[in-house]
């Protein structure tokens, strides 16, 4: 098994690639996840960090969508066409959100996230909402209206796309008062060095990164725990779901059409 070390060289070389093709978005989320992982306590919580950030299974290996050192796999810039349209899994994900015992959670990919706010265990920062335009970024589900996506770096750029192809006579402010960010702070875009009246599409990768990081300060982005099946630390009521997951997988995988934009998904529900 990798290093914490390894691991956190692999998350550096995406924040260089990021830097060198002026990726700010990726970069930050790179640099975030590098300074996570060497936070770890050991090797495979580490390994569970990259994961939260990049996606993938829960089997301890690096992401397939988005290899190591190479951030060409799941979207493309940010102010680019974003590719998460067709993010696509190996096969159908076993999914599943709700509450127990008082407690929120999500699981995909053989994780589950417990505890947190909710824009944490749905890695979504920007609370960006469900709809078709989420699921166009590559939403994987729900979670009382908000959406679901595969990692945090999933979640970021699509609330980055949010901002960045706002209607030109969009303002900050006018996006920030008149939508599900309506009760952000009112210092908290002077803060950031934004000024509220100008034109969202046109704000730099550096302003757009500020005002994304002030959002995700403001409204609370809190992490939880990241459980999986062998790590022996997950809550009694999630027996039940590993189980559930485990029976998923050992299905036969689901075709997925190649002309099509996004795999057809199978979500499970059990909000007991």
Known sequence: MDTIEDIAQSADQRAAHCRATNDAVGEQIALRCAQRIRAAKDSAEAAAIEREFYGGSGGGSAPVAVPRGCLGGLFGGIFGRSRASSWTPTRSSYNTFGYNEGVGYSMFDGLLRSGGSPSWRNHNPGQVPYD???????????????????????????????????????????????????????????????????????????????????????????????????????????????????????????????????????TASDNS
């Open 132 to 266: 078709e335009w989420s699921i166009a970024q590559g939403a994987i589900g729900t979670d009382n209206g908000m959406a679901v996506f595969p990692s945090y770096e999933a979640g970021r750029r699509a609330f980055a796309q949010k901002l960045s192809t706002a209607p030109g006579d969009q303002s900050v402010n006018d996006i920030v008062r008149n939508s599900y960010l309506s009760n952000l702070p009112d210092d908290s875009l002077k803060s950031a060095g934004i000024d509220p009246h100008a034109p969202a599409a046109q704000l730099s990768p550096v302003q757009l990164n500020r005002l994304m990081d002030t959002v995700e300060t403001s409204k609370g982005y809190e992490p939880g725990q990241v459980t999986s099946r062998e790590s022996g630390d997950a809550p009694s009521w999630a027996s039940g779901l590993f189980v559930a997951d485990a029976a998923w997988n050992a299905e036969p995988a689901v075709p997925v059409e190649s002309s099509g934009t996004s795999s057809e998904s199978r």
